[in-house]
């Protein structure tokens, strides 16, 4: 086999050389251009637009804040939504969830006391599309609680004809109706906030490397 490969080889070297004369001016030259652009990673934050009552409000847009009257044992329509903008490039998603007054939560026995976790508070998170991430981030000196969900993959909207909403992180939460009116009054002004974050997945070996990067680039 190897012979056979020498003497084809050795054929073609003696044609070209016996054509050279008269191929020496048929030429020919191309070029490829290489056009760099530069990603984007674009999201949205919202919620239902609800009263004081947390029942919706037909017709109204969504917005990023509501404010509720609290009542024990009534369910108060939340769900914080998060829309990843068409044309946006493949990234890592994740939702914080942070309550302000945490010592009056957790002297709250019906919310978990000292245990508490925010599924005693709201209502429908997915586990499946929503991965509670280890332990909350507690800051006593600002006295709030963090809960950190990452959504199970990375999206991708740069081929998208339109924006990209994924499940909400919950629908409801509801104050337990054994919570006394002392244990109320403690929260009163309690602030929910929910934030949206995205990072790029181009470029990191995974999902935790990537949210390394973040939180050292944000500092947060």
Known sequence: MKRSLILILSIV??????????LAYLTDEDSAVNTLTVGNVQI????TAVNT???????????QANHYHLIPGVGYTKDPTLTVVKGSSQA?????????KYSCIKR????????FALEKLVDNIDSSLWKLQANPTIDEQ??????EYRYYQAVDASDQDEDVPLEPLFNQFIIPSTVTSDELQAIDGMQITVY?????????????????????????
């Open 13 to 22: 070297l003696a044609l070209s050389a016996s054509t050279l004369g008269t």
């Open 44 to 47: 949205t934050v919202d919620e």
């Open 53 to 63: 009552s947390g029942e919706a409000i037909q017709g109204e847009p969504r917005r």
């Open 92 to 100: 890592y998603v994740r939702m914080l969830v942070k309550l302000d």
């Open 108 to 115: 709250i026995a019906s919310l978990g006391g000292d245990a």
């Open 142 to 147: 600002n006295d709030t609680i963090t809960f």
């Open 196 to 220: 949206g974050h995205a990072i790029q997945a181009a470029g990191f070996s995974g999902e935790s490397v990537a949210w390394d990067a973040f939180d050292q680039e944000t500092g947060s």
